[in-house]
């Protein structure tokens, strides 16, 4: 499987965004998977540093939503302060070709 740049973001962002908690695991493990066979790709070939340190960003994002799946305290941004501070971030940037 080829994923671009785009498509990981896109997968990452999927994953930020999820609401339902019964989902949110799935979405994590989709997001980490094509960012994992994208560093697969791009140890064949060069890549700008941008997309390095974003998928650094991402992957630590997402190692969070995914203990907050594993969470008895639930899902929800306002009981979860992890999940709050995820979300209390600014908007995602990503370095454009």
């Keep these: ?3 671009t740049q785009r498509e ?26 094509a960012i994992f066979l994208r560093t697969k790709e791009l140890s ?16 630590s994002s997402l190692s969070v939503l995914r203990r907050e799946c594993k969470s008895p305290i639930g ?4 009981t979860t302060p992890a ?7 600014p908007p995602i940037s990503f370095p454009t070709r």
């Design 75 to 78: 899902n929800n941004a306002e």
């Design 44 to 59: 064949i070939g060069s890549v700008e540093q941008g997309e390095r340190h974003a998928i650094a960003d991402a992957m």
């Design 8 to 33: 990981w973001q896109q997968f990452y962002v999927e994953a930020l965004l999820e609401t339902n908690p019964l989902k949110l695991a799935g979405r994590v493990a989709t997001a980490e998977k």
């Design 1 to 3: 499987m080829n994923v």
């Design 83 to 89: 999940l709050a501070q995820l979300t209390a971030r």
